[in-house]
């Protein structure tokens, strides 16, 4: 079975200043995807970043980059210059590479950034 | 830009009754998903389907069960609604992994239903 844990509950940062939320995984697969998605208050679920486990280059989005361990199996998100507009949930989550496409998602991450 | 969609945003039903949440997406994809959204649980899978007629239990399927009998549609049944059942419902359709699609064109989850059982 595949877990996804996102041990950090809340978290908090001031305005401009940079976050890294973490996500670790267990599964037996070697071929996978990786998510961040974001979930504002009352609002829908927004794909932030994703990784293909084959891919050894981290991947980057605007202010938005992961760090991808795939031995440790580690895949951490980096916010630069934060916003008031990433106060969200921020949900980590597991793709297998076979039919059904199932996610696993962490159990979240309440970010709150601070003027 | 609507990719996938959800019949209601909220609903309350009553224990007992037989509810519907319906869930179509336009993009043509194979794989649909139903899960329900709890504060400190996150997301957990209640049923899936990976074509037409097609539908595997998830996690949670207790009191569910679904239907897909178009490709676009995915139909979450609760069959006698319980106060357990109070949570947010969330659709996602993914695309087939290795598409070509960019970031901007993955918005795989629908707004969410939160439903409430009194």
């Known amino acids: 079975a595949q877990t996804v844990t996102q041990s950090q509950p809340e978290m908090s940062v001031q305005e401009a200043e940079t976050v890294t939320l973490s996500c670790t995984y267990d599964?037996?697969?070697?071929?996978?995807?990786l998510f961040w998605y974001k979930q504002p208050p009352s609002r829908q679920m927004i794909l932030v970043i994703r990784q293909e486990a084959y891919k050894q280059q981290n991947a980057t989005e605007n202010r938005f980059s992961v760090n991808f361990q795939k031995a440790a199996k580690s895949f951490s998100l980096k916010i630069s210059d934060s916003q008031l507009g990433d106060t969200a949930m921020y949900f980590c989550?597991?793709?297998?590479?076979?039919?059904?496409?199932?996610?696993?998602f962490g159990t979240g991450t309440s970010l709150t950034v601070i003027p | 830009d609507v990719k996938v969609t959800q019949s209601s945003r909220y609903l309350v039903k009553r224990t007992g009754e037989k509810v519907f949440l319906e869930c179509v997406q336009d993009?043509?994809?194979?794989?649909m998903f139903w899960y329900r959204q709890d504060p400190g649980l996150g997301l957990r899978l209640i049923y899936f389907s990976y074509d037409v007629k097609m539908k595997e239990k998830g996690d949670i399927p207790e009191g569910y069960s679904v239907s897909r009998e178009k490709k676009e549609r995915f139909s979450l049944i609760l069959e006698s609604a319980s106060t357990n059942q109070t949570s947010m419902y969330l659709c996602a359709s993914p695309p087939p992994l290795g598409g070509a699609d960019s970031l901007q064109d993955t918005q795989y989850f629908g707004p969410g239903t939160r439903l409430t059982v009194l």
């Open positions: 599964t037996s697969e070697s071929n996978y995807y």
């Open positions: 993009m043509d994809h194979e794989n």
């Open positions: 989550a597991f793709m297998k590479q076979r039919t059904g496409n199932q996610f696993y």
